[in-house]
Each structure stands twice: as C-alpha cells, then as structure tokens.
C-alpha cells in the first residue's frame, strides 16, 4: 500500500481530510494515553497539533508511555468528535527515545494545575501543554504581523549591540558590566542605535532583548524583555509614529484571527478591535491625570507620571465612554522622559512623546526626537550630562538628521494583556526576575 507522508507543521488540520483511508507516516510525542477496554486513546503532540489516534494492538499498547518520542504509522479515518474531524489508527510506533523518569508535574491536563512558580520553574516540560504553548505560537503571530507590517512600509530590520558604552534611557536600572576592564553596560533599549540608522536607512526596526536592572518585584516588570522597536525619518509629527502603530497592531491581529484561530480558541481569547487610526482615544498627559482624579475622586500622588492604578483607571474610563481598549496619552513632562525627547516648543515642559494604554497598562512609549546637534548639546548640558560620553552618539546629529521618531513595544506586555494575563512572567518563555535565572 501507498504511503503519505504527513508535514503537519506546515499543512492547516482541515487538510487531515483529505488523508482519509490512506496510510500515513507521522512522528511527535506521546502525550496522553488513555486505556480503554481493549483498546487506547493516544494524543500524539506535533509540533503544532495535538492529533487523536486509537490503537487496539495488546503488545503495542503494553509498551507505550507518555512522553516517548516516536514515529507512528497509521492509517487515517474520518472521525467526527476527534478534533480536527480525524482520527489515526495506529497499525506500528517506532520507538526514537523514551522518557527515563516520571513526569514532575502534570502536563498533560486541560491546564497545568498549580502555581506560576511551579510552572515557571518546571518550563522545559510545562510549555508541552497544549495551552501553554499556544501563549508563545500567539506571541509568534505577533511578530510575523508586525514583520509583514514592516516589510510593506519598506522598514530595513537592524541588529543593534546589547554591549554598549552608555545607557540610553537614564535610571538607576541598567546592568554593569566589566568589560576587559572597561565599564560597560547591556543595552537599555537600542534608542542610539536605531536613531543612528534613520541617517542610513530613513526607516528601521528591530526584535531583540532589552535589559532593565529593575530591583522590585512586580507583576509587570522582568529583567530581560523582547523589545520590538522602530524608528523613522521625514516625520511630520510625533503623530505619524502614533498612526503607524495602529496600523501595525490592526496588520497583526488580522493575522492571528486569520492564522492562529485554533491558539485563541483554545485560550478562549477574543481579539480587541483596534479602531481605524483618527478614531483611536488620545489624551494629553495632564488632561488624562485630571480626568482620572475627577472621575474617581482620587488625589494623585505622583504629578509627572501615571501611578500604575491610574493607568488601569483610565482605561477602564476610556473604555466606558469610548468604547475603546487602546488610548494614546501624549505630552508628558520633560522632566520625565529622556534627554534625546523633542520638547513642544509651544508648550515648553511637555514633550512631543507617547504612551499606549491597552487594558490597563502600558505597552508603548515613543515620540518625536530631538534632530538639531545644538538643540541636542543645550538640552545634555541642561541636563548635567558630560557631552564627551556621548561623542558617538552625536556624530549623526552633527552631520545631518532628518526630523525622525519611533516606539519601542514590549513584547510580552502586549502579549498578556491580549491574554487576559496578570502576570507579565506568563508571556515570557523564560523568565528573568530578581529571583529568578534558571531555566
Ligand atoms: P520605555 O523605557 O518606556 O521606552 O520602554 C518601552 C516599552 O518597553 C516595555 N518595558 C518593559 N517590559 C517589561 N519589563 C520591563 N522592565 C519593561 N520596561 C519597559 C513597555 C514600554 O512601554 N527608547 C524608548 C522607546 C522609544 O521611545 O522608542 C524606551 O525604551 O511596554
């Protein structure tokens, strides 16, 4: 008889249709099996699916366990309870590892029962189940929906060192590292960096680790994040950056209601509606603190930042009166955004710089940059900065920058927020805390 081989990965499940009564050669791991009399049930995990197949062979079932790496030869019926309406009936399994000691922690249940530490710290296995794992095939579709956005709009994708001399963003929470000898730092974002290459490639953006030395333990913060950045010259305003944004995140959540629908149904997720960019929510900072502090009769103790309650209130206000999951907050204080931020020289002590809101919190910063080297020296100096540390950073300034902006997006925040998470360590595979550098 004829063999097929299958390559589930790439083919969608309602293609498994077109297998029925052939015989097909497939290779996973066992994930569960559950006897019955005479027979079993065998969920075999691929690299995408998880596959219901049926044996009713006594010595082959005798010699099954979970979690063994195998090749199944089976023979495809239609089945219409099975998941993808196919069932597999295993006719030989070829053995190409068995687990050596008993699973930990259960993996293979509807969800994998117990803390977030536990969890975290079992992560090899834990991602096995079929809902963890669809968290990061989600975060995958992020990506592959912002990159499709960027390769339309002619975005070069740059590499940026995570070795650097100087910390972009100020603060006391950047790593230190000994540099043969020297003192350097890992990379606070790739802000120098990806400004720099506005000069070469007018359009950029980049996916890579971001480190933060952040010393509290917060539901929100990690020590290592994926931050997805991108910078772009000839802007008119700051607002053009705002603009590209919505259409970056409208592009990837098409992509994941066309793609990833089995993911999202799993984790019972519902895609926000990103509002077409003109109708999306904007506030400047202090109109947002006022709002927030009328409507919810609260005294904010912090003037030239959100608190992070505040931020979950204006959301839940925005939502309330516009219907809307995302709101842009602009103008925020100098004094609370770095040095290289374009001050609104009608309003001088507000910058022309952003924040986006999404559920609740923030899953972007970005803005309009400063261009002028003379503007850029006076606002150093202005700031006690020592402008020779900065002598590379300024070469671009110096010989010529057009007006340009950009965001920086934190992956993993946007990626629980979408679903429904609490914590920001759920959407990172592995996690980075103060506690926390294995696995
Ligand atoms: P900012 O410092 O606001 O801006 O960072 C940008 C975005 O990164 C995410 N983020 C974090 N995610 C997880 N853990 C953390 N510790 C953490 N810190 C920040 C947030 C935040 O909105 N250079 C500017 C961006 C720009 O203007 O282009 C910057 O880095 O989602």
Known sequence: MEKSQINLPESSPEELAAYVGKRVIVHGSIYKIRKMSGFCFVILRTARHMLQCVCDNKELIEGMAEESCVILTAKVAGESRARYGVELHMISIEYLS?????????????????????????????????????????????????????????????????????????????????????????AQSPQFYKQMMVGVFERVYEVGPVFRAEKHDTARHLNEYMGVDFEMGYIKSFSDIMEMEVKMLTMAFELLGQEYGEELALLGVELPKMQAWGNVPILKFSEAKRLVAEEFHREPKECHDFEPEEEKLLSELIKRKFGSEFVFVTHYPTGKRPFYVMEDPDSPGETFSFDLIFRGLEITTGGQRIHEYGVQVAKMLERGMDVKDFDSYLMMHKHGMPPHGGLGLGLERLTAKLLGFENIRQASLFPRDIHRLTP
């Open 98 to 186: 068995v687990p050596e000691a008993q699973m930990p922690i259960v993996i293979n249940g509807k969800v994998v029962d117990t803390s977030l530490e536990n969890k975290l710290d079992f992560r090899p296995l834990t991602l096995r189940n079929e809902k963890e794992r669809a968290i990061f095939k989600i975060q995958e579709g992020l990506l592959r929906g912002f990159r499709r956005f960027f390769e339309k709009e002619h975005f070069t994708e740059i590499h940026t060192p995570k070795i650097v001399s100087e910390g972009a963003e100020g603060g006391a929470n950047i790593f230190r590292l000994d540099y043969f000898g020297k003192e350097a730092y890992l």
